[in-house]
């Protein structure tokens, strides 16, 4: 048997020299997206600043300064009733107002013994009429029931609405209108009447002049 070469001997590659530091691939990467994270930055700020970014820039929030002065309160409506006319009376103790519509009152009493009562027109239209009697002259009991209410001197009061002919003849049509109430107060007894010979609508001014009342000393 011949004799055959030996094999050729395969190179081992050097091991690495002791202590030397191998490279750090996370620190690479990280080292990246911050690059990239600053250049989309500039980038987009300088889009902004020169229009080519897709969507407009936010409008600025405007703070809001407290304000130190006093809080503005609505204007209180002012009171019509204040302009109208007054009317007093000292023997009976009362007094309302009554607007310019209604006219100058008529004024009519009676001082007979068992009669004493004032009695006021106001021609109008609309006319008004205020009859202020004794108690027991059965004033503050005619035309009932009453079924509305009313505010008489901070007090509650009942009166109807109906057409002239209704009142004084149930089922009877009519045009005129008329607000009527009829009530006992300080010992007197009062029946206060508003008519409108058109028809209407007098209800807003009724209790106007109702509201006006003033009764007692």
Known sequence: MENQPAPAPVATPPAPAAGAAKPNRTLTWLAVIFAVVVLAGAYATYAREQGLWPFPPPAPVEELEDDPGEAVMPAETPDPTEAWERYENDEFQFSFRYPAEIGALREE???EPGLTYVLLYGEGPPKLTVWVDQPGSGISEIFEPKTEEATVDGSSVPYQIGNIASITDPGTPGTALIWRTSFSRNGNE?????????????TELFLGILSTFRIGS
């Open 109 to 111: 009493g009676n001082s």
């Open 190 to 202: 009062y029946l206060i009447e508003l008519m409108s010979p058109d028809g209407s609508d007098k």
